[in-house]
């Protein structure tokens, strides 16, 4: 299949190519209202069906190149902290599992790295995070990634540290592998550790669960957001596309954490093709 901009985004509803577009400038503003008041913005059937179709080969395909790395983090994505008391949520750990396919990984072809490539979207999502010009992120690896989760596999609650990230809904596990966030958990200036721990002892009355329906584009400033993937089952990959942007164009991540999320720290100079056209 060929990618065509015009079949894959549901344009009737997100004409992308038309910033002026009266029902573009109502999307976008409707998600600045959402990101500013909830620190997330959903715009559900961004992608055609045939399209999630597609897609979905696509991840069901590169899912068997995924790295798995499992452990156990806290929230702050840091050691735990010896220097505070037991129960603190600077030293509680939780289990994660996850899978993932780096950007350097996925071919030209791949409609997941063709949509991610094209400008239009760039834009799109610039006019919505309005922080001035963005670029596709810098680094070979980071900058798209699939994640791949499969039985057991789960990650834990944590804020990012980035600004933000888009995702991108492609299949849903059998169960489990929700998206849960408490939005605005702690701020700049205060980190709200009662409430933290209060959540990690199971108070989820401010959790919110996003269902992450295949086809939702999902906007995400997870860098005040404490957030988790709940853990998965059954037989069928949670899919997700994770599209990574920066201000500033060529940066690019620690070989340090390179190393963790994807077993290595060289890219590849090409994609392999692992699979043919369909
Ligand atoms: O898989 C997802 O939906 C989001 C994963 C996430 O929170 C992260 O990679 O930081
Ligand atoms: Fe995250």
């Not at 029902?23 to 055609?48: C, D, I, K, M, N």
């Not at 899912?63 to 902290?81: E, F, I």
Request: charged share 20%; with cysteine.
């Amino acid at each position: 299949m060929e990618f065509v901009l015009e079949t894959a985004v549901a344009i009737d509803r997100y004409p992308i190519m038309d910033p002026q577009h009266a029902t573009l400038v109502e999307v976008v503003q409707a998600a600045r209202t959402s990101l500013a008041e909830h620190g997330y913005a959903e715009l559900p059937g961004f992608v055609t069906e045939d399209f999630v179709g597609w897609l979905t080969r696509d991840a069901e395909a590169l899912a068997a190149t995924a790295y798995r790395s499992v452990g156990k983090g806290t929230a702050y994505l840091a050691a735990p902290d010896q220097h505070v008391e037991e129960g603190h949520p600077l030293r509680h750990v939780m289990p994660f599992g996850v899978r993932v396919v780096a950007y350097d990984a996925i071919a030209y072809s791949s409609p997941l790295r063709q949509l991610y490539e094209s400008c239009e979207l760039t834009a799109f999502i610039a006019a919505i995070v309005d922080r001035g010009e963005l670029y596709p992120y810098g680094d070979p690896f980071g900058a798209l990634n699939l994640s791949v989760m499969g039985e057991g596999d789960e990650l834990q609650w944590h804020y990012d540290q980035t600004d933000f990230v888009v995702s991108l809904a492609i299949q849903t596990s059998d169960s489990g592998g929700t998206f849960d966030v408490v939005p605005k958990m702690r701020s700049a200036d205060d980190e709200h550790f009662d409430q933290v721990k209060a959540l990690f002892d199971g108070d989820e009355s401010s959790v919110v669960t996003l269902p992450m329906t295949p086809g939702t584009l999902l906007i995400f400033e997870g860098r005040n957001s404490i957030h988790r993937v709940s853990p998965i089952h059954g037989e069928k990959f949670r899919h997700v596309g994770l599209l990574a942007y920066d201000t500033v164009p060529g940066r690019q991540g620690s070989a340090a954490l390179r190393q963790t999320r994807y077993g290595r720290t060289e890219p590849f100079l090409t994609p392999p093709t692992i699979w043919s056209d369909q």
